[in-house]
């Protein structure tokens, strides 16, 4: 499956940004999804997941209430809402895309990767 997420860009902290994310290729369907960020001088992490049929969601601990994933198989996309954007938010967000158990959250357990889209929080 390929992906690919867009949606970032300079928002002032306290602001919203909407990321999608398509998905081509593979029926969309059976994959986890998930939202993981990379800042710069800094290792990438965990931000969101969602289950193959949304009904069961997680999120990063420095995200949860602000942050929200969804998705939408029909569309074969992938959203990430980000509400009360903080400066420490700012980094690059992939989303990604796994096979495996909605129970493990971490990066090695995602197959699939997308390019990035660059989120900027000014203070």
């Known amino acids: 499956v390929q992906l690919q997420a867009y949606g970032g860009g300079l928002v002032q902290a306290g602001g919203s940004l909407r990321l999608s994310c398509a998905a081509s290729?593979?029926?969309?369907?059976?994959?986890?999804m998930g939202w993981f960020r990379q800042a710069p001088g800094k290792e990438r992490e965990f931000v969101a997941d969602?289950?193959?049929?949304?009904?069961?969601?997680y999120y990063a601990d420095s995200v949860k209430g602000r942050f929200t994933i969804s998705r939408d198989n029909a569309k074969n996309a992938v959203y990430l809402q980000m509400n009360s954007l903080k400066p420490e938010d700012t980094a690059v967000y992939y989303c990604?895309?796994?096979?495996?158990?909605?129970?493990?959250?971490?990066?090695?357990?995602?197959?699939?990767w997308g390019q990035g889209t660059q989120v900027t929080v000014s203070s």
């Open positions: 990604a895309a796994k096979t495996g158990q909605f129970f493990t959250h971490t990066i090695e357990s995602f197959e699939y």
């Open positions: 290729g593979r029926t969309f369907s059976p994959y986890v």
């Open positions: 969602i289950s193959l049929r949304g009904a069961s969601t």
